[in-house]
């Protein structure tokens, strides 16, 4: 495959090691729903997501630069809202660590636990960023994380 001619969809000159906060999303292979299920607008997370949680939560101390703010777990993707203080480590490379530590533990459990295997990888190859410049920002996409569940299926990743 030849990836010379693929966009980038970060902003064009701009340092993602910046201090400041990030919403992210990240989404599943082909969008399979591996981390758990909605029902009655709340989600329930499978051993599998409660993993995603956790390697989430640890990423804070493998950077030192970072706050984690509010986060979740879909059925297949991932919400999260981080924080930068200090120019030691960019966005990217905090992605592409929590890409990987999750899909290895996620090997591991298909093969030792049986959880539902997955087609080729188990992370899409990018991410979704955004920017936050503002309070006000912030507490919009807190919101609608935090809600997220409940609008399952107007979701642009909804894949029942």
């Not at 997501?49 to 703010?69: P, T, V």
């Not at 936050?132 to 912030?138: G, M, T, V």
Request: some cysteine; aromatic content about 16%; charged content about 20%.
């Amino acid at each position: 495959m030849n990836n010379k001619n693929r966009q980038s969809i970060r902003l064009q000159h701009y340092d993602y090691s910046q201090c400041g906060l990030y919403f992210i999303t990240i989404c599943t292979h082909k969008k399979l729903c591996l981390f758990g299920e909605i029902n009655k607008d709340k989600m329930f997370a499978n051993n599998a997501g409660f993993m995603i949680a956790s390697c989430w939560m640890d990423l804070s101390k493998r950077f030192n630069n970072i706050q984690l703010h509010e986060y979740l777990v879909m059925p297949n993707h991932f919400h999260g809202i981080i924080e930068i203080f200090n120019q030691d480590k960019g966005l990217g490379a905090m992605i592409g660590a929590f890409k990987s530590i999750t899909t290895n533990k996620y090997i591991k459990a298909v093969k030792e636990h049986k959880w539902l295997a997955f087609d080729y990888k188990l992370w899409q190859r990018n991410y979704y960023e955004h920017i936050i410049r503002n309070e006000q920002s912030h507490q919009t996409i807190s919101e609608y994380i935090k809600y997220n569940p409940a609008k399952w299926s107007d979701d642009k990743y909804y894949n029942p």
